[in-house]
């Protein structure tokens, strides 16, 4: 970067725009190094450039720019403390709606009736296009993500399923199935979006339980030794996504080129870590080497990078699917800010 930016080069730069930069000016965010006695432009240098990367990221993360400008080391922890309010008060509201909502998209999700004969734990066993197909013995190959699956009492729904009545299954995406049950045997015809049929899938029985959701859930080890990691303290902002196949080759050139539902991620020197998403901030511990989410349960793996010089932090990425099947398929990349 050479000496002085120009307030049109920093606007550009930043991706931030000239009446914002004043903005923040006005209200005592950023100085710039100088300002131009006689044509008032305005100049900018390097650390100025950090400060509004800093200011975008604290936005990103809830901060007003009130509790921007009196940032200080307290101000993170007292922000998780708020957002820890926050969310739960949002969980409790959106229980409310979901208990409400009888319509997911253009499916109209019938009233709950139930069916002891679903209830319990099933294993994937094939595909194929229609019951009649696997009675001939035509089964196609497909990769499925829904191995094992479970009806849970009542039509509680958990991971990507919504809620279950009986003959149906509806799930968060707007996809639903219906099923039919023979012996052991359960046929699952999935319909995806505008309601065209797709495939059937076939499950054997498992068992015939009343689980709950707490059976079903993967918990790793949180009960770790607390490690300091001055390394990873500081704002990361998320780079890119990749197939967790890829991880140990990856050099940094970009795999995925669409938006992350992770958006940032703040490190702070007292294990702290708040993890910004597109719906809401997760508040999080971390040692050295994993990130702790204690709602979750999991323990995530991460390392840091260099690649030209820039330095990138690698992080397993643990959701839904690790919980309810263990698999891990991607990682999240975040490049230092």
Known sequence: MKDFLRIGEVSSLCNISIKTLRFYEEKGLIKPIEVD?????????????????????????????????????????????????????????????????????DIEMKP????????????????????????KGEKIKEDIDLS??????????????????????????GIFYTY??????????????????????VYKRVDNKKHKIEDLKRVDDLKLPIEK???????????????????????????????????????????????????????LKYTKGKLLDQDSCVAMDYEIKVFDGEEYLILDWKSGDYTYTGRINGCYVFKRA
């Open 229 to 283: 990691d001055e390394k990873v303290v500081g704002f990361w902002s998320t780079y890119d996504y990749i197939p967790y196949k890829k991880k140990n080759s990856y050099d940094g050139q970009k795999y995925c080129k669409g938006n992350q539902y992770v958006t940032s991620i703040i490190f702070t020197p007292d294990n702290q870590c708040l993890m910004q998403a597109t719906d809401k901030i997760n508040s």
């Open 180 to 201: 039919e049950i023979e012996g052991d045997l359960m046929f699952l015809t999935c319909y995806g979006l505008e309601h065209k049929k797709e495939i059937c899938l």
């Open 112 to 135: 709950f009736i139930n069916d002891e004969n679903v209830i319990g734990k099933w294993k994937y066993e094939c595909s194929c296009n229609s019951k009649e197909d696997y009675n």
């Open 37 to 105: 006695q006689f044509t008032g432009y305005r100049h900018y240098d390097e650390q100025n450039v950090k400060e509004i990367y800093k200011i975008q990221f604290l936005k990103d993360a809830g901060f007003s720019l009130d509790e921007i400008k009196n940032f200080d080391e307290n101000s993170l922890s007292d922000k998780v403390k708020s957002l820890k309010k926050d969310i739960k008060k949002f969980k409790e509201k959106i229980s409310l709606i979901s208990s409400y909502s009888k319509i997911k998209g």
């Open 148 to 173: 094992d699956i479970c009806f849970l009492p009542e039509g509680e729904g958990y991971w990507v399923f919504d809620r279950w009545t009986k003959g149906e299954l509806y799930s968060y995406n």
